[in-house]
């Protein structure tokens, strides 16, 4: 659904294609208890199928969001404030997950507050959040003034296929995306396995380790924004070196030192330092690569975000597989292996994103050939 997803984004708005999105998935989650437990599992698979495929436009959307919102002067800010959310989204949710189940002594409690939240937020969206400045009740005259100079006349366009599919800046992206989502997969969801497996450490400790990073990979992506924009507004580099020199700490930062860690034998301290620096170093990825599909385009934001994070999310199946694959006697040096594979794989990656980056608007994001007759543009 990513791709679909962008395409609505981009046509229709971002604010009922990430609303919906959200009010699905509040749904799905709040009737989840009941289906555990008076339905098959078969059902319960059907639930999570439904949920991946309510929550997969999200991105685009938010992204068609952003791209008529946020001026370039604030973009590596305000980018990195919105997407890392997730980061916030995560912590939260393991902590105060497993402190209501064991506040309230049952786990259908965590399924109905976290849908219940939805609930509310998507009444609070509606109200508070438009598609575009030039469709917003609440805001000045003169807000509206700044964003329209700034992104010009809103319009609908064809999306230029073609041409987009043929811009090595494009195909750059979404290198630089599959070779992250390559290392975050690795990290989110075998990591864990690694400690338990070879280090022989208990739920608990391996808890806090793998969720604890994740607050420090926030408060890297928000500083690293912050630091972004006060240097490109300075004129001091380029927005391309920017976007390049943060892609690159976010993919060689935690695949080599996750890598190192693996050599570390059977020092559990060495290998959680190693573990969290790297799961910090990839917080100057959201100001980096991520917003850099902003950069490239405004029309066709949310189809480009579609794209590179659609094929990224590949990795998602790739890497478990490979895992079970390389890994299945679960012995330190197998594990070396998997290691070895993802340090590859960020490396060509990032090579290829140096190479073929831009920070630049492209010509066929306002190209006269994809602007349609006057009768079918709108406000």
Avoid at 34 to 47: D, E, G, M, R, Y
Avoid at 122 to 137: D, I, R, T
Wanted: aromatic share 14%; proline share 5%; glycine share 8%.
């Amino acid at each position: 659904m990513h791709l679909p997803g962008g395409i609505l984004a981009d046509k229709y708005g971002g604010r009922h294609v990430l609303s919906l999105g959200v009010l699905a998935s509040a749904f799905i989650t709040v009737i989840t208890p009941a289906i555990i437990q008076n339905l098959s599992w078969h059902w319960l698979v059907v639930s999570r199928f439904l949920l991946g495929f309510a929550q997969a436009p999200m991105y685009p959307s938010i992204t068609a969001l952003l791209a008529h919102w946020v001026p370039a002067r604030q973009r590596s800010r305000l980018g990195s404030l919105v997407y890392s959310g997730i980061q916030v989204g995560i912590v939260t949710g393991l902590l105060f997950s497993g402190l209501m189940i064991d506040f309230f002594g049952n786990w259908p409690v965590i399924f109905y507050v976290w849908g219940g939240l939805c609930f509310m937020w998507y009444g609070f969206f509606l109200v508070m959040c438009f598609s575009k400045p030039s469709s917003h009740p609440f805001i000045t005259d003169k807000e509206k003034q700044m964003l329209n100079n700034e992104f010009g006349v809103t319009q609908r366009f064809r999306t230029p296929w073609k041409t987009m599919l043929k811009d090595s800046a494009v195909w750059a992206l979404i290198g630089a995306q599959f070779g992250h989502d390559w290392i975050t997969y690795l990290v989110e969801v075998d990591m864990p396995k690694y400690f338990k497996n070879v280090l022989k450490m208990n739920v608990a400790d391996n808890a806090l380790i793998t969720s604890v990073p994740f607050a420090a990979m926030w408060f890297c992506s928000n500083l690293t924004g912050y630091l972004s924009d006060y240097i490109i507004n300075k004129h001091n580099i380029k927005i391309v070196t920017m976007r390049i020199i943060y892609t690159t700490i976010s993919s060689a930062g935690p695949s080599t030192l996750v890598l190192l860690a693996t050599y570390m034998g059977c020092n559990s301290t060495l290998v959680v330092v190693f573990f969290w620096v790297g799961m910090i170093s990839m917080g100057p990825y959201y100001p980096g690569l991520k917003v850099n599909v902003l950069d490239l385009t405004i029309n066709f934001s949310g189809v480009l975000m579609s794209l590179a994070n659609g094929i990224g999310v590949l990795t998602g199946i790739a890497v478990p597989y490979l895992v079970a694959k390389i890994a299945e006697n679960q012995s330190m040096h197998q594990w070396q292996n998997v290691f070895w594979v993802t340090f590859v794989v960020c490396t060509v990656t990032n090579i290829i994103y140096i190479i073929w980056a831009s920070g630049e608007r492209r010509k066929w994001d306002y190209s006269p050939e994809v602007i349609p007759p006057p009768e079918e543009t709108m406000e």
